[in-house]
């Protein structure tokens, strides 16, 4: 009996998601598993966006902050240095300090900040709050109406808060990132319940919820997989978002990318165990089908993009 | 091709003797149908059925053992594409090339690479696997005092030997005859002679030909040549090529129980960048490579990828878990501090392990949660105030210890005031929220 390739082909796809004003970017859009282009369409590769925050990073550790001196500890320097010098087609602003347990900045202080960020860059800006759920409706609508006209991406609408936020982000023209934790019921509920409030469901972006290598990397992988299969295979409406990978966030607070060699000599080299923590878990998301990554440091940023280039 | 039930059921002796421990031959076939029993169970199948339903019954991807002995690798086995329908079976083996063109040094060092690879990670014993030996110089001599180099130094270590030249596979082969070795590069061209090289030296053959119909073509040929036992290559080294060939060989074993492609597939990762080739190599774990060759062996590239390996296979349905007790820290006494946590595999060798660098010997009392993270735990309702009262009354702790005190973990403060409710007589001390502030926190308790 002959060789026959079983290949697959589905009637469902990914919606391609359009950001920025000055210079634009696309991800999503494929009608097949994750860079299966042997069986059909990948249009756009996947979209890297380098992560910033409105204050200095002084908790990020020691390989990744010092990468960034001299420029993070205002967000309009570090943004232009991660365009201009770093080559960046997105930036990722979390306004981090806005948090009550942190510096608790107010929502005028997030505006402004965001407003600097937007004129500074021409590249499309994702505005992420601090993840506090009643600081974030707070916050979240302010910058979203400053932003106007920017077609940002606005993050992240969760179930305790989604009404106001995709409120803000419609009214102003946004896409929004609508997060859940780790469960495909929960995130395609929460899509539901999104789309039912007259968000376009071609304006989302899906965040399963991520997690590092190593620290239930397992989970989002499967959850990733599971949720593209709803979208290509069984053509669900509501599953056919891009997916973020919400990647530096959760890598640079583990103890893998800390724990210096002294200590643990056999974990090798601290900066190069956390570079390529940081790319490898961003890999394996997007095998798993993210398409928006958001990322801290340039040489993981390189190497993923290099890989990509390889795959696409 | 798979055979349904009944198609099995006309080949069974039809007695329905329940020898096989089902009540019908009927239903011993429709479990075989599932792959849910196995045909040496019914002690009267004939000789021609045990034929035919050995070929059907047998899985879509052929199991291999690469080397032998304790560090004996077991590869194939897979019966799904994607780790949520159900749990992937054999995690892919990592192996490290050397090259007999590498001066002396090198290949030393590398082979003591191979040999201090070993990393404990959630109690799970992890190393690089094997050592392929590629015939780069195309001389037979070199390739063989590499090879005698390995057997010498690290006999017990499974190896590959990369030739397409029978003399060449036959000076380095000699060397581990009998252990489980792999001849990789039959081609279509050397197919009759490196049969014979690796009959004789009871190797594995891995075979290469460039696309899969070649490769379906060459692995049968192979087959008729006496040669049961194989890895396969369809010539991908671009990533884009490596997860079209993986996934099609797959989908092939599994979708269609095509024999031809039902054998583990061999990836070659190898990168002049030894950080990016990780990247690469990941592929191959998380996209059906089921041995990945790498080009150096880094103890933080190995960290992650075993991290990967691990995080790939794992089960999906079943957290990792530990058993609920009260375990020994070191060598503690009736006044050493006593803290909780839940059974996630993860969560406990993180807690332990920091309290071991703290090195103040405690008592840790790891509550079942079903494998949860305190966090999720406390999330799902298992690890409650009241459920970790009644814990710590039933372990037998209050014997154990002469104080009244248990730390909890820093990210469940808010539990403290309903311990200490429902546990009268003791004081709830909160830890911090991050286990690597552990020691810190533990050596200013004691000090
Ligand atoms: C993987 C995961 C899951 C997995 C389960 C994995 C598992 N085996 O536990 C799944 C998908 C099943 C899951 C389910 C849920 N999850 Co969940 N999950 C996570 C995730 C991503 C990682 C958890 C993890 O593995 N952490 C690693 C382990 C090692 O952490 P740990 O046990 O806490 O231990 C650390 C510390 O606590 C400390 N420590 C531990 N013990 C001790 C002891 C002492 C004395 C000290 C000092 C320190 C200490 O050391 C460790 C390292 O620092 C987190 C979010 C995140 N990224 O952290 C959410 C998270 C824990 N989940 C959450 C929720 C809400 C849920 C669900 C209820 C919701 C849902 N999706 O349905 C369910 C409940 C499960 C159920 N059965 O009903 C929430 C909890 C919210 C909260 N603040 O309470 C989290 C925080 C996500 C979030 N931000 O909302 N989850
Ligand atoms: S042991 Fe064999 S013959 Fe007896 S019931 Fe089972 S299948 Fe039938």
């Given amino acids: 009996m002959g060789y026959e390739a079983v290949k697959e082909s589905f009637s469902g796809g990914v919606f391609p998601v359009r950001i920025g004003k000055e210079k634009e970017e696309v991800f999503g859009g494929e009608n097949t598993l994750p860079f299966h282009k042997f069986e059909g369409e990948v249009p756009n590769r996947p979209l890297i966006a380098y992560e910033i925050q409105d204050v200095a990073p002084e908790e990020w550790p020691e390989t990744v902050r010092t990468v960034y001196e001299g420029v993070s500890e205002d967000p309009v320097k570090w943004a232009r240095h991660c365009e201009e010098e770093l080559g960046a087609r997105a930036i990722a602003l979390r306004l981090v300090g806005t948090h009550p347990d942190g510096k608790d900045l107010t929502a005028e202080e997030a505006v402004k900040t965001v407003t600097s960020v937007l004129e500074a860059v021409k590249a499309p800006v994702i505005i992420l709050g601090s993840n506090h759920v009643e600081k974030d409706s707070e916050v979240l609508p302010r910058v979203a109406e400053a932003a106007k006209g920017y077609n940002c991406v ?159 | 091709m798979a055979l349904s039930g009944v198609e099995i059921f006309k080949l069974l002796p039809k007695t329905n003797c329940k020898k096989c421990g089902f009540p019908t031959c009927l239903a011993f076939a429709m479990k075989l149908a599932q792959r849910q029993a196995t045909l040496d169970a019914c002690p009267d199948v004939s000789e021609e059925a045990k034929k035919v339903l ?85 001389d037979g001599g070199k390739l063989g005092a590499v090879a005698e180099k390995v057997a010498t130094k690290a006999p017990e270590v499974p190896v590959i030997v990369n030739t397409e030249s029978p003399e060449a596979a036959e000076a380095a082969l000699k060397h581990f005859t009998g252990k489980g070795a792999i001849l990789y590069g039959v081609t279509e061209g050397n197919a009759e002679k490196m049969a014979e090289v690796a009959k004789a030296h009871k190797a594995t053959v891995g075979v290469k030909a460039e696309g899969l119909e070649a490769l379906s073509a060459l692995t049968e040929k192979v087959k008729g040549l006496g040669v049961e036992d194989m890895v396969i290559d369809g010539g991908a080294r671009r990533a884009g090529e490596i997860l079209e060939q993986n996934t099609l060989i797959r989908r092939a074993a599994i979708k269609k129980s095509f024999k031809a492609l039902g054998y583990p597939v061999i990836n070659f990762a190898q990168r002049e960048d030894g950080m990016y080739e990780a990247l690469v190599a990941g592929l191959g774990v998380c996209k059906y490579g089921s041995i990945v060759v790498v080009s150096s062996a880094e103890k933080w590239k190995n960290l992650a990828l075993f991290t ?40 406990y060798f993180i807690v332990s392990g920091e309290i071991e660098n703290a090195k103040v010997p405690a008592w840790l009392a790891v509550m079942d949660c079903e494998g949860l993270s305190v966090l999720t735990a406390w999330a799902a309702g298992k690890f409650t105030g009241a459920k970790i009262a009644n814990f710590i009354k039933e372990s037998g702790i209050e014997e154990e210890v002469s104080h009244r005190e248990l730390i909890i973990p820093g990210y469940v403060a808010i539990l403290s005031g309903t311990i200490e409710e429902k546990l009268e007589g003791w004081k709830v001390t909160v830890g911090p929220r991050e286990a690597n502030a552990i020691p810190n926190f533990l050596k200013q308790k004691v000090a």
């Fill in chain 2, 308 to 347: 990967l390996r691990q995080n790939i296979y794992t089960d999906p349905q079943v957290p990792m878990q530990v058993e609920q007790k009260i375990y020994r820290i070191g060598e503690p006494t009736a006044d050493s501090p006593l803290i909780i946590t839940t059974n996630f595999s993860l969560t």
């Fill in chain 1, 154 to 312: 606005i993050g992240k609408a969760q179930e305790a808060n989604y009404k106001t936020i995709a409120a803000a982000a419609m009214a102003n023209d946004h896409k929004l990132i609508a997060m859940s934790e780790l469960d495909i019921n929960l995130s395609k509920q929460l899509n539901i319940l999104l789309t039912q409030m007259g968000f376009a469901k071609e304006k989302l972006i899906t965040d399963p919820m991520c997690s590092a290598l190593g620290y239930g990397l397992e989970y989002t992988y499967s959850v990733m997989e599971r949720i593209r299969l709803a979208a290509l295979a069984q053509n669900d409406e509501v599953m056919q978002p891009p997916m973020l990978g919400d990647v530096g966030m959760y890598v640079w607070k583990i103890k893998e990318v800390q724990a210096p060699e002294e200590v643990l000599p056999e974990w090798g080299s601290v900066e190069e165990r956390g570079i390529l923590w940081e790319a490898l878990t961003a890999t394996s998301l997007m095998l798993a089908g993210a398409e928006l990554l958001i990322m801290r440091h340039p040489k993981a940023v390189e190497m993923v993009e290099k890989f990509v280039d390889e795959l696409i």
């Fill in chain 2, 54 to 138: 050995g070929e059907a019954s047998a899985p879509p991807v052929r199991p291999i053992t690469f080397g032998s002995g304790e560090k004996a690798v077991k590869m194939g086995e897979e019966t799904v594409l994607f780790r949520h329908e159900k749990k992937f079976v054999n995690p892919n083996a990592f192996v490290l090339e050397i090259r007999d063109t590498e001066e002396d040094a090198t290949v030393e060092a590398k082979i003591d690479a191979v040999l201090n690879s070993e990393i404990n990670r959630v109690g799970q014993l992890l190393r690089i696997d094997g050592i392929c030996i590629t015939n780069e110089s195309g």
